[in-house]
């Protein structure tokens, strides 16, 4: 095992390519910065290879995130033993869950710990037209709806892991709301006067799928019946950058695995998330 170079990239992209859904999150980087080797300070991409040292078997990125890329167990074992090893701060862990907590086993065999371990969110996904009409009004958000839809994107991160996403330095999530504005990856729904009612996005994008997250419905609007037509818009907004449409749900949010049920989506594979 060893930390990827330049040289790595086709290895990893034909590692990727074995499954492009569960992978979608890392496709999408190494799309973006066409390597390997990541730009962001402190982040590194892992690779497990055969005996021979030339197949590439497995991968890992770790940066504030850590996901594990087609291992098994085994590899995901070597992946949490380095990361002991080079040790920095990581706000989660996720991925296709054996491996997410075959990592995570490992980590806390050394005494670290997790904020929270979610061990079953079932990978979801469509494709084609979703099995019900997409709301009309949800579209693509403008730039000028910035400051609604920040207010709407920490509230949707409070409620999702407890406590607010400034904590980790506000200037940096301004830039990710931003920029999913920018590149077209923010959906949402407004009031005339701006207030959001609803919000999703596309957290990862590639030419093949897309990964929705940051799915929020205004507390006032809940209950009324329109969480489907919003998903099912979101459906057909994403379904024009690729054609696959995936997303992962807490296996205990029966109501909103329901939903997604009844727009179309399907259970493809396993997810875990570990938050520190």
């Not at 973006?32 to 590194?44: F, K, L």
Request: glycine share 8%; net charge negative.
């Amino acid at each position: 095992m060893r930390v990827l170079v330049h040289s790595d990239t086709d290895a990893l992209r034909a590692l990727i390519a074995r499954d492009r859904v569960a992978n979608v999150f890392v496709d999408s980087l190494v799309n973006q910065h066409r390597s390997a080797v990541p730009v962001a300070p402190g982040a590194y991409m892992l690779g497990y290879f055969m005996d021979d040292g030339v197949r590439l078997a497995a991968a890992c990125w770790v940066g504030s995130n850590v996901v594990p890329i087609e291992a098994t167990p085994e590899h995901a074992g070597y992946f949490a033993r380095w990361m002991v090893a080079h040790w920095q701060p990581h706000a989660s862990i996720f991925g296709p869950a054996d491996a997410t907590l075959a990592i995570m086993t490992e980590l806390q065999s050394t005494g670290i710990k997790a904020q929270e371990i979610r061990t079953n969110q079932p990978l979801l996904t469509i494709s084609g037209e979703p099995m019900v009409a997409p709301h009309p009004a949800l579209a693509v958000s403008d730039s000028e709806q910035f400051g609604e839809i920040l207010v709407a994107a920490a509230a949707m991160f409070e409620e999702e892991v407890g406590y607010s996403p400034f904590l980790g330095g506000e200037a940096n999530y301004r830039r990710r709301v931003a920029w999913l504005i920018s590149n077209g990856y923010s959906f949402s729904h407004a009031e005339p006067l701006g207030e959001v009612i609803f919000k999703a996005d596309l957290g990862a994008v590639t030419q093949y799928a897309t990964q929705v997250q940051g799915v929020w419905m205004n507390p006032r609007y809940r209950g009324l019946g329109l969480s489907a037509s919003y998903m099912a818009g979101v459906v057909t907004l994403a379904q024009r950058h690729a054609p696959v449409t995936s997303l992962y749900v807490n296996d205990y949010n029966t109501t909103a695995r329901a939903l997604y049920e009844r727009v179309g989506f399907e259970q493809v594979g396993t997810f875990a998330t570990v938050l520190f």
